[in-house]
């Protein structure tokens, strides 16, 4: 049974800096690509950050160069760093995972119907 946990989430004020983590096992699958998502308040869920099992990423236009994605498959850890944050990316914020790719050349979505596992979710939120 695929268990996927997110912690590190909080508050802080914009400009400042969080780390989100996300435990995962259970995968029934050797090609695993994952990613972190958020939803806002009345908003659609939508695609921060993903990761292929070979490594190639997919980064929202919105946090370019703020937010990057890191694994530790030793510790079957998915990482969010998050950095110059803004009011804009206060959200939920959930890790999720799928079956597939298996193919240095194959770019990992950021649709979340693409993606089989979810965790529960940490929250953000960033203040002005």
């Known amino acids: 049974q695929v268990q996927l946990v997110e912690s590190g989430g909080g508050s802080v004020q914009a400009g400042g800096s969080l780390r989100l983590s996300c435990a995962a096992s259970?995968?029934?699958?050797?090609?695993?690509?994952m990613g972190w998502f958020r939803q806002a308040p009345g908003k659609e869920r939508e695609g921060v950050v993903t990761?292929?099992?070979?490594?190639?990423?997919n980064t929202a236009d919105s946090v370019l160069g703020r937010f990057t994605i890191a694994r530790d498959n030793a510790k079957n850890m998915l990482y969010l760093e998050m950095n110059r944050l803004k009011p804009e990316d206060t959200a939920m914020y959930y890790c999720?995972?799928?079956?597939?790719?298996?193919?240095?050349?194959?770019?990992?979505?950021?649709?979340?119907?693409?993606?089989?596992?979810w965790g529960q979710g940490t929250q953000v939120t960033v203040s002005s």
């Open positions: 999720a995972a799928g079956c597939g790719g298996g193919n240095w050349r194959w770019i990992p979505p950021t649709q979340p119907s693409i993606f089989t596992y």
């Open positions: 259970g995968f029934p699958c050797s090609s695993v690509f």
């Open positions: 990761l292929s099992n070979e490594g190639r990423t």
